[in-house]
């Protein structure tokens, strides 16, 4: 599959499988085009699926320059991957650093969102925890580039929120913690840097979701507890979204419980193909026991 050039001159490598209404997929920091597997091999025999490597992670170019990196960049890297593609609009599907770019995409190009599917987004982003994440993000850039990306992986695969992963699917964990470690020093250091340390926080947004209007399915899992919530304040501002909770899982979801990841992606985009996905009705949208229309 080809490589798709962006505005800056990265080339982002792309594949694609299957036919029909197209879905974008967009990576975490740990994860690339492999960790996607279940979800390309499912989606595939009902709608066009592609996938991207961001930038930094190889076979996409990794820049040198830390400020060719950002959420915003991100952002810009999904719609180049659509116009380099000819698709007027697409589900839009992230988990993790790719659920954030995600959601800035509905902000920034709702009219290019068929929808939003947003997983495991909230690591650093509650205003109590933001400024202590960005700093941790240096300490871990600066320790990618110390250690290599083949060591630091040995600590990541492992952490708080992938154990459960680990203690679910060994095998699975294993070939993920193999890609992990084949992951680019260079770039990962600097997604790190820019992307995860860089990014605002998304308690900064609640007018933009109040006016977010592209159906969004917000998922995480019940052990992913950066997340939780993240989650609900997601559901609590954006009127078009609904919010799921999968049982005994981390941040690992998509790969974790594939199965029922895939139904709860694949009922939420039947939904929206078939214009039944509505708003949320304003009358839920109270504290009091019961609603009272002069409110």
């Known amino acids: 599959m080809p490589h798709i050039t962006t505005d800056d001159g990265v080339k982002l490598w792309v594949e694609e499988h299957g036919s029909g209404t197209p879905i974008v997929f967009a990576h975490e920091f740990g994860g690339d085009i492999r960790s996607w597997e279940p979800q390309l091999r499912h989606f595939a025999r009902n709608y066009r699926t592609i996938a991207f490597n961001a930038r930094g992670y190889p076979p996409s170019d990794v820049p040198e320059n830390v400020e060719m990196y950002g959420q915003f960049r991100a952002v810009d890297d999904i719609l180049a991957v659509l116009d380099g593609l000819n698709i007027e609009k697409a589900h839009i599907v992230g988990l993790s650093m790719g ?8 902000f920034r190009h709702p009219d290019r969102a068929l929808s939003l ?3 495991g987004a909230g690591y650093g982003a509650h205003p109590d925890v933001h400024e202590q994440f960005a700093q941790e993000t240096k300490e871990v850039a600066a320790r990618i580039e110390a250690d290599t990306m083949a060591e630091f992986s040995k600590i990541y695969a492992i ?6 992963y680990a203690n679910k699917d060994p095998r699975g964990w294993e070939a993920f913690s193999k890609e992990l470690a084949d992951h680019s020093t260079k770039g990962s250091a600097n997604t790190m840097r820019a992307v995860q340390g860089g990014r605002p926080s998304l308690y900064d947004f609640p007018r933009e979701m109040q006016a977010l209007k592209v159906p969004t399915l917000i998922m995480n899992g019940d052990e992913d507890d950066p997340c939780l919530d993240v989650g609900l304040f997601m559901k609590r501002n954006i009127p078009s979204s609904a919010l799921v909770s999968l049982p005994r899982s981390g941040h690992l979801i998509n790969l974790e419980e594939p199965a029922l990841f895939n139904q ?15 708003m949320r009705d304003p009358r ?3 504290t009091d026991i019961l609603w009272t229309p002069d409110k």
């Open 117 to 119: 599917t947003v997983a």
């Open 99 to 106: 659920g954030f770019a995600a959601l800035h995409f509905g």
């Open 284 to 286: 839920s949208m109270t």
């Open 159 to 164: 952490g708080p929120t992938r154990v459960q």
């Open 264 to 278: 709860l992606l694949g009922d939420f985009l039947a939904r929206v193909d078939a214009g039944r996905w509505e």
